[in-house]
């Protein structure tokens, strides 16, 4: 399983996309027996550079050679043909399948008819090599996140790949699990696989890697040594910009406390969080994927429950069990995927802003079209949404008009309390632009915001305090004055030790 000595070489790699250059010139090595990190903010270009090794996009520019020989990767058959296997963070496991039709699926083995007998037998035999105990006519639903991962690796085996790519793998793993997976992987060293592994968790680079690639806004910064760099190192690569840039945000003194959250807890995705927000205060959530921001978001709204804790809104103890209950309380919840929960597509935007506000303005049953039309005026003229009429359907917008709709409907509502989850993500930046001055004039007439942020300057841009999560727990608060990029990374990749909380 790939023990002979390989090199894989991607020279001068280039992307276009409508608009972006997504890859610029771009150098990558690995070679077999060797783990190489590859780190970088969203949007560096990682996976860009990964989907073309993985045979999704052919590059625009450059070439790609094995043991110095030019390849053709023009397909995810190709790529995995040569021994290429991508280990996305989102597992294509079928979970009502057992472990061996896992490991062979796509490719059963079948004379006429399925040889269920032979998979399990090679099934049983790949995961000896790896000496993991699981039973290969177990249902994957019944295994645990870490053993569903040990799955995975076991399946890119299975086709005699010796180059593994790895998507941020940890990130639905215990420790334990976590360093169940690191003990694998330096085995699969032993065996010559090469693995590429992609994560924020700067720990792990530094626990697992042998060497590591710094992408930045789809350039090669470089490629070190593990033993020649540190994390701050790393971390100073990946930013290297100006934070400040499409901010101006001015600043006022906060009010009461809007929102209070003490001790929330939801067993496997968040633990003890406690944090206040403020009349006219923005406060952000900042944490890697898997960290649990969206999660408390989501119970505090009501679109998921928690386990323990409490939370008061405006000094009361609401009974939020339901999204209903979150709005009746005055809370409003934008959400990262405005495609599949923040709006209706097929709906008008009318239709759309007016649709919190539907206990309210019906008689019996029939909603008040009057009504529906003012409310739906009212916020077209003051968010600027660029629209023909109120009736025109929502998926002909512009996705940045789009998602003013979707912030929109909660300012109909005149929330007291607004969570916006990724708000600007998929938005050009004059639409970003637009949303920032939004969110600058709804703090400054009294809103309380919570903000959940996987964009540096976006964040420090817009918060008053930050609240950073490593794991599902908060690891320390920044207030705007003090934060940066750096101290925000460092701290959400478990990087600092744990301070008193500033809040």
Not at 28 to 41: D, P, W
Not at 120 to 126: G, Q, R
Request: proline fraction near 3%.
């Amino acid at each position: 399983m790939g023990k002979s000595e390989k090199k894989m070489e991607m020279r001068g790699i280039s992307k276009f996309f409508p608009g972006v250059k997504a890859l610029d010139n771009v150098n990558f090595n690995i070679q077999s027996g060797k783990v190489h990190a590859l780190v970088g903010e969203n949007g560096a270009g990682k996976t860009t550079l990964m989907n073309i090794l993985g045979g999704v996009f052919s590059p625009d520019n450059g070439n790609i050679f094995i043991n110095g020989k030019e390849i053709d990767i023009n397909s995810p058959h190709k790529s995995q043909e040569i021994g290429i296997s991508f280990i996305h963070q989102e597992l294509s496991l079928i979970k009502e399948l057992n472990v061996s039709q896992n490991i062979f699926l796509g490719r059963e083995i079948s004379k006429g008819f399925l040889n269920s007998g032979v998979m399990v037998k090679k099934a049983e035999k790949i995961l000896k090599l790896l000496a993991l105990d699981i039973d290969v006519k177990k249902l994957v639903k019944n295994l645990n996140a870490g053993e569903q991962q040990l799955v995975e690796i076991a399946r890119a085996l299975s086709i005699e790949a010796w180059v593994i790519i790895m998507d941020e793998p940890t990130s639905a793993l215990s420790e334990y699990e976590k360093h169940q997976l690191f003990g694998f992987i330096k085995q699969l060293k032993r065996q010559g696989i090469a693995i590429i592994y992609i994560t924020h968790h700067m720990p792990e680079i530094f626990e697992i890697a042998d060497e590591v690639t710094v992408l930045r806004d789809g350039k090669h910064i470089g490629t070190f040594y593990i033993k020649d760099v540190d994390e701050a190192n790393v971390v100073k690569m990946m930013i290297g910009r100006d934070v400040e840039r499409f901010f101006d945000r001015k600043r006022t003194n906060p009010g009461k406390v809007i929102l209070e959250v003490k001790k929330l807890t939801k067993a496997g995705k968040f633990n003890d969080v406690s944090f206040i927000i403020r009349e006219g205060e923005v406060v952000g959530l900042y944490g890697l994927r898997g960290a649990g921001s969206t999660e408390i978001a989501r119970c505090i709204f009501g679109l998921d429950r928690y386990d323990k804790g409490e939370i008061f809104l405006d000094g009361k103890k609401p009974n939020i069990k339901s999204p209903l209950d979150g709005i009746k309380a005055g809370v409003g919840f934008v959400p990262e995927d405005r495609h599949e929960e923040g709006i209706i597509e097929l709906m008008t935007v009318k239709e759309n802003l007016s649709q919190p506000l539907l206990p309210w303005i019906n008689n019996f049953g029939w909603i008040k079209k009057k009504e529906e039309s003012n409310i739906a005026e009212k916020s077209v003229s003051s968010l600027g949404i660029k629209v023909t009429s109120t009736d025109q359907v929502v998926n002909t917008l512009s996705g940045g008009n789009q998602q003013k709709v979707s912030l929109g409907k909660w300012l109909a509502k005149d929330s007291k309390l607004l969570i916006l989850d990724e708000p600007t993500k998929g938005i050009d930046v004059g639409a970003k632009i637009e949303i920032y001055k939004i969110i600058e004039g709804l703090a400054r007439s009294g809103k309380s915001i919570l903000i959940i942020s996987s964009e540096l300057p976006e964040i420090i841009g817009i918060s008053d305090r930050i609240f950073v999560l490593y794991r599902g727990e908060i690891d320390r608060c920044y207030r705007y004055e003090e934060v940066t990029e750096e101290k925000l990374l460092l701290s959400a990749s478990g990087v600092t030790d744990k301070k008193g909380i500033k809040g």
